[in-house]
């Protein structure tokens, strides 16, 4: 299937999750191959994931709040891409895009907030978020793609804490169906409770282009 989507002319936005990126020569060499001949206009991963594509050592990483930011930055410029790494705590998502203040092109960072780290213990959560990311990124222009990344997180998000905050959530099983509950009623109505502003993502300009 790589290989068709891989020699085909007009090729469809791609959104890339590089599961396991590092943890193999073949996954490793899979994954760069999807990259060169594809091109993908997100890439969303871990923390490590998205390290290892960026090269992390020649970042020149530190111990410090900065890092995933600064790591997403490098492989957006290299790839031109937006970024995207999923967190216990919150999300966070890099790419060009324009500032609202000054009008000039840019490269930013979004932070979505979304503390529920339990959701980690529930299989296919991180693939799910990928799908909800690509109906996102393809339903808008390459202009507003930024934009559709931070708002697929935000969505996302959302739905992960008010699921927790449900009566009888106690673990993995009872959040995985209240969860599913959550994501079904925001999708079909974007103005439930709060959700613009306590999912609005913090926005902060790296550099201008």
């Not at 994954?31 to 206009?41: E, F, H, K, L, Q």
């Not at 999923?86 to 932070?111: E, N, Q, Y």
């Not at 804490?161 to 974007?190: H, K, Q």
Request: with cysteine; hydrophobic share 50%; net charge negative.
């Amino acid at each position: 299937a790589l290989r068709a989507l891989e020699g085909m002319a007009n090729k469809p936005l791609c959104v890339l999750d590089p599961v396991g990126y590092g943890a193999s020569a073949f996954r490793n060499a899979e994954i760069d191959s999807v990259i060169r001949n594809i091109g993908p206009a997100v890439i969303k991963g871990t923390a490590n994931e998205i390290g290892g594509l960026a090269g992390a050592s020649s970042v020149g990483l530190e111990a410090d709040g900065n890092t995933e930011t600064r790591v997403a930055l490098a492989l957006a410029k290299k790839l031109d891409c937006i970024v995207s790494i999923s967190g216990d705590v919150d999300d966070l998502v890099v790419g060009k895009t324009v500032d609202a203040a000054t009008g000039k092109a840019c490269f930013a960072v979004a932070r979505i907030p979304g503390d529920v780290p339990v959701m980690a213990r529930i299989a296919g959560t991180g693939s799910a978020l990928g799908a909800v990311i690509a109906a996102f990124a393809a339903s808008g222009s390459a202009e507003q793609r930024f934009s559709s990344v931070v708002g697929a997180h935000a969505m996302y998000s959302a739905a992960a804490v008010r699921a927790m905050l449900r009566s009888g959530v106690v673990g993995p099983g009872s959040l995985s169906a209240a969860f599913v509950d959550e994501l079904y009623l925001i999708s079909s109505n974007p103005k439930i409770a709060s959700w613009d502003e306590s999912f609005g993502a913090e926005l902060q300009v790296l550099e201008y282009i």
